[in-house]
């Protein structure tokens, strides 16, 4: 599997020495928390024998344990912290020393091309079978590209990665504390989001790699928001904005890139993967295809999750809402008392690579003893306006979205309006699928001014929402600080 031997073995001792240093200056024990080679007499880091087998020999770390399966949030979180700490560990070492031991192991132009000239020969008569899964893969070429799109436009630094982020390559102490990450084969450099996606292909999905009943190919949510929180907590000490941007991306490729692989080994024959009936690799595909579909599915929701646990200076900014006095609310009422209240711009695009056209929004926000007030104004180039009762898609029309947790982040009320002013709101953790929407008359409940305008061929439109505090159930919000979802709000792309 290896071809270059040296070369691989020279990575691990970069690798390991570099992190021998770290945890000296420390005070730790390297021995115990990184592997350390025990070098050949002849002062090779292996040995090749007579049948040209290859061994080596590293210090045992005692009083360790591992887990093959992810089970509860907490491994999630363990896992996620290792990885995310083994990167941050190697970002003061330069990715140039190390080489590549496996060229184009996550390159998916190479991936892709090896499928196509597999369904150009057609060896075994197979492509017909498989049109729809060749569609598939077709139609998402250009997404799936996005990493190496930022990284050929040099907004992704080369990072040295792991390549193997399965669980059980990490140790765990008798307090299931992370201690040492291990399997250093295949240490390349490579893009930080390879890594992250890789990680969360093996444990989000709790169905095996060959299940033939696809309704069973699921999303174990809670475990990827466990892996994001414990990965990020390391890994945005040295990430950039748009390291953090690519991770989802990672999520969506590793998947895909595995279907591609298993699909191109069907139709070439069964050549590379072992199989061990007729269609093996026919239904690996299928399920690494339904994943990527089920995340597609999601892709609003893992955006979310993995913004909630970037750092503040990339995902929200705090300010202080002003109380204002308005005796009577009507909308020239309102108009007069937002006329004072500083404007703030939205300037942040959750999804920059995939909808690169940003609109402009602007807010204000405001309070009184017994409701919230917000005024956004959006100018974009097309305005949608389709939905137009309570709890509808409103996400998908021209829309605005304010979020406010009471409880430090473990709930929130998300409230979202179209540019009619219809709403849905909704209340619960951060995982969409336990989250619950608020009953219609209770949405009702939220009153709505808006209007647009088209000047010079410039659309705008304007939303005054007015929130009573009985949807929040609190008596008086004076005085109060919230977490900083109080102000995660965004115009979702169309």
């Not at 979180?77 to 031991?101: M, N, R």
């Not at 069964?270 to 597609?296: A, M, P, W």
């Not at 300010?319 to 703030?344: C, G, M, N, S, W």
Request: aromatic share 12%; glycine share 4%.
């Amino acid at each position: 599997m290896f071809p270059k031997i040296d070369v691989l073995m020279n990575n691990i001792r970069l690798v390991t020495e570099h992190l021998r240093q770290l945890f000296l200056s420390l005070g730790k024990d390297p021995q115990k928390h990184t592997l350390t080679i025990v070098p050949c007499k002849d002062g090779k880091l292996y040995h090749e024998d007579e049948e040209h087998n290859y061994w080596r020999i590293f210090y045992l770390i005692e009083n360790v344990k591992s887990y093959d399966i992810v089970e509860t949030p907490q491994q999630a979180f363990s896992a996620g912290q290792a990885f995310g700490q083994f990167q941050k560990q190697l970002s003061t070492l330069d990715a140039q020393q190390i080489e590549p031991v496996l060229p184009n192991f996550h390159n998916i132009d190479f991936r892709l091309s090896n499928l196509k000239k597999a369904i150009q020969e057609d060896k075994k008569g197979r492509v017909k079978e498989v049109e729809d899964l060749i569609q598939f893969i077709e139609q998402r070429e250009n997404k799936m590209r996005t990493i190496l799109d930022m990284g050929e436009k040099g907004l992704l630094p080369i990072r040295i990665t792991h390549n193997d982020t399965k669980f059980n390559n990490v140790l765990l102490d008798e307090n299931d504390n992370v201690q040492c990450v291990i399997d250093l084969d295949t240490v390349m450099p490579g893009y930080v989001a390879y890594d992250f996606g890789d990680a969360i292909r093996t444990i989000i999905n709790p169905a095996a790699e060959d299940e033939k009943d696809l309704s069973k190919i699921t999303l174990n949510l809670p475990l990827f928001q466990a892996y994001a929180e414990g990965y990020l907590s390391e890994a945005k000490d040295f990430l950039t904005k748009e390291e953090i941007e690519s991770l989802f991306y990672g999520v969506l490729l590793l998947p895909y890139m595995q279907a591609v692989r298993f699909l191109t080994d069907y139709i070439d024959g069964d050549t590379y993967y072992k199989i061990h009936y007729i269609d093996h690799n026919l239904v690996r595909t299928r399920t690494q295809i339904k994943l990527v579909d089920e995340l597609e599915k999601h892709e609003v929701e893992l955006k979310n999750i993995l913004n909630n646990f970037a750092p503040i200076s990339i995902s929200m900014k705090s300010l202080e809402v002003e109380k204002i006095y308005i005796p009577a609310i009507t909308f020239e009422a309102l108009q007069f008392a937002f006329r004072d209240l500083k404007v703030h711009e939205i300037a942040h695009n959750n999804w920059p690579a995939e909808f690169p056209y940003t609109p402009d929004v602007k807010f204000q926000i405001g309070y009184d003893r017994k409701h919230i007030f917000l005024h956004y104004v959006v100018e974009e180039e097309y305005v949608k306006a389709t939905y137009i009762r309570a709890n509808e898609n409103v996400y998908e029309d021209s829309c605005v979205e304010f979020f406010i947790s009471l409880d430090g982040k473990k709930n929130y009320f998300n409230f979202e309006f179209n540019v009619l002013g219809t709403g849905l709101i909704g209340f619960g953790p951060q995982v969409k699928g336990e989250r619950k929407r608020l009953d219609n008359e209770t949405i009702e409940t939220v009153d709505t001014y808006t209007f647009s305008q088209k000047v010079n061929g410039h659309k705008t439109w304007e939303i005054y929402i007015v929130i009573p505090q009985e949807i929040l159930q609190v008596d008086n919000l004076e005085g109060k600080t919230y977490t900083r979802q109080l102000l995660q709000m965004w115009r979702r792309p169309s």
